[in-house]
């Protein structure tokens, strides 16, 4: 079975500092888009940073460009979130999901993962 496991959120200020862990199992990990994406309150879950672990290559949305790194370990089969200078907009539900197909053109779109961890809480008070 297919598992991701998502750890990580809490409450933080603004300025502050969080990292996200992603466990997966259940599928070929050297070969899938994982990633977070987030929903805030009375939003569309949106896409924040997914790797390609085929190669490394790293999609990030601009919203969170300069701040978010996303980084993957194969041994491990973990995706972290490191998140630094948080802004009380990162205030979400973020979610661990991955896909096993090609989403280049299609990674900030919720509706295209196949596979979804549970979500954790991620809160910036100002």
């Known amino acids: 079975d297919v598992q991701l496991q998502a750890s990580g959120g809490g409450l933080v200020q603004a300025g502050g500092s969080l990292r996200l862990s992603c466990q997966a199992s259940?599928?070929?990990?050297?070969?899938?888009?994982i990633g977070w994406l987030r929903q805030a309150p009375g939003k569309e879950r949106e896409g924040v940073s997914v790797?390609?672990?085929?190669?490394?290559?790293?999609y990030v949305a601009d919203s969170v460009k300069g701040r978010f790194t996303i980084s993957s370990d194969g041994a491990s089969q973990r995706v972290y979130l490191q998140m630094n200078s948080l802004k009380p907009e990162d205030t979400a539900v973020y979610y661990c999901?991955?896909?096993?197909?090609?989403?280049?053109?299609?990674?900030?779109?919720?509706?295209?993962?196949?596979?979804w961890g549970q979500g954790t809480q991620v809160t910036v008070s100002s």
């Open positions: 999901a991955a896909g096993v197909q090609d989403l280049t053109g299609g990674w900030r779109n919720w509706r295209a993962y196949g596979y």
């Open positions: 790797i390609r672990t085929s190669d490394g290559y790293v």
């Open positions: 259940g599928f070929r990990f050297d070969y899938a888009f």
